[in-house]
Each structure stands twice: as structure tokens, then as C-alpha cells.
């Protein structure tokens, strides 16, 4: 089963607009952890935000927000005023409590045009 | 600075000749994973180690082998290197094997092309 879903394989956005990007997760553990990563073309993986499962509040790093809904099982980056160095691939990633890797998205390919 | 660093960052073999991708890191971290990329698939765990002489299977661990002999090198060794391996690779190290919010900072990528 997947584990972590990444509906969107491609997102538009403009410039200095907001932008959401799905992430839904399937676990019974009551302790995980949830990260985004970024990708650039030049292909690093760039830590961006973390969520833990028992954080009362949404993450948040800069530009970079996490809209945590425990209920739904959904972690959604949200990324204010978009700029054109925000073009790249994002993974939305979990880690289990007392497991030993991060379990990918397929990831998202967000576009911020001029 | 702090890092980890990979060798070589482009790679093209043909099938069968034994290589390694180097994998180094200077956090003293305790764990270390090995990862591939392939285009809609994500990133798939390979190998971890949990620290010296650790080693486990990750979900895609056939065709490859690992070893902790030091603390910070996490060699990744292909013996017989197929076509089905051309993926992109990725390195990674954290401070705590045991979750928590220790983000894991990844290599910049090993690109593998087996012809």
C-alpha cells in the first residue's frame, strides 16, 4: 500500500503567488514524522520543513508552511510568494517511529512562471 | 562545512564490471541510507546502517551490497552491475536512527548509466 500520496505530478504557479501542495499519508503508528524536501534541477535534495505527529502546531520555516491535518492524514506544503528559484521537485517524505527510512512521495513538479 | 559527499557523481559502465560509489560524511552521524531514484517511482531505500559494522536491507536491496567498516564511509558496491540499476543515487546520514525531527542530509547524487 502507499504509503505517502502525491496527487499532483505537476503545479503552475505566478510569481509572488501561494501555492499548496497535496501530501496524504497512510500509517497506524501514532508516532511519525513528516518531512518535504526540495529537488532543483541540479538534482541535491534540499531539507525544507518538518512535522512531528504529536506538534500541536503547523511547522513552519521562512516561506514554507505545513498545513497538518492528523485527522485526514494529509501534511500540505504550503509555499508563500512564490519566487522563480522555487521551481523544482518536491517530495513529501514520512518516517515511522523506530523505522529506519524515509518513505518517498512520487513527488510534485511545481513551475513558478514570471 | 558540514556534508556528504559522493564518488563518482557521473557514472557510465557496461553490465558486469564490478564498481562502488563512494559515500562520505564529516557529522558524525550514526545512520547512514543509501537511496535510488527513478522517474516516478520516488526514492527507495536501499541499505542502512545503523552504525559500525550495522547493516539492514531497505526495500530494494538486490543486486547491491554495503559496509560500515568507519563511521563515516557508507560505500555502496554493485558486483554485477545491470541495465535495471541506470538510476540516480543518493547518499544520506542523520544524527539519530530512532526517528524524531533529525532531517536527513542527503549527497548530491551519484548519476549511474549501465549500458
Known amino acids: 500500500a502507499q504509503k505517502i500520496t502525491q496527487t499532483q505530478p505537476g503545479m503552475f504557479v505566478q510569481e509572488k503567488e501561494a501555492v499548496t501542495l497535496d501530501c496524504t499519508y497512510d500509517t497506524s503508528d501514532p508516532s511519525y514524522g513528516l518531512f518535504w524536501y526540495k529537488q532543483p534541477s541540479s538534482g541535491e535534495m534540499i531539507f525544507l520543513i518538518y512535522?512531528?505527529?504529536?506538534?500541536?502546531q503547523n511547522a513552519t520555516e521562512g516561506r514554507y508552511s505545513l498545513n497538518f491535518q492528523k485527522a485526514r492524514k494529509s501534511a500540505n506544503l504550503v509555499i508563500s510568494a512564490s519566487q522563480l528559484g522555487d521551481s523544482a521537485m518536491y517530495f513529501c517524505a514520512m518516517r515511522e517511529n523506530g523505522f529506519q527510512k524515509l518513505v518517498f512521495g512520487t513527488g510534485t513538479r511545481l513551475l513558478v512562471s514570471p | 562545512e558540514a556534508q556528504v559527499t559522493q564518488n563518482p557523481r557521473y557514472l557510465i559502465t557496461v553490465t558486469g564490471k564490478k564498481l562502488t560509489v563512494t559515500c562520505s560524511q564529516n557529522?558524525?552521524?550514526?545512520?547512514m541510507s543509501w537511496y535510488r531514484q527513478d522517474p516516478g517511482l520516488g526514492l527507495r531505500q536501499i541499505y542502512y546502517?545503523?552504525?559500525?559494522?550495522?547493516?539492514d536491507k531497505g526495500d530494494v536491496p538486490e543486486g547491491y551490497k554495503v559496509s560500515r567498516k568507519e563511521k563515516r564511509n557508507f560505500p555502496l558496491i554493485l558486483e554485477s552491475p545491470s541495465p535495471n540499476q541506470t538510476s540516480l543515487y543518493f547518499c544520506?546520514?542523520?544524527?539519530?536512527?530512532?526517528?524524531?525531527?533529525?532531517?536527513?542530509?542527503f549527497g548530491p547524487g551519484t548519476r549511474l548509466t549501465v549500458t
Open positions: 546502517s545503523m552504525n559500525v559494522e550495522v547493516t
Open positions: 557529522m558524525n552521524h550514526e545512520y
Open positions: 512535522q512531528g505527529s504529536y506538534d500541536q
Open positions: 544520506a546520514s542523520s544524527l539519530s536512527p530512532a526517528g524524531g525531527s533529525y532531517e536527513q542530509y
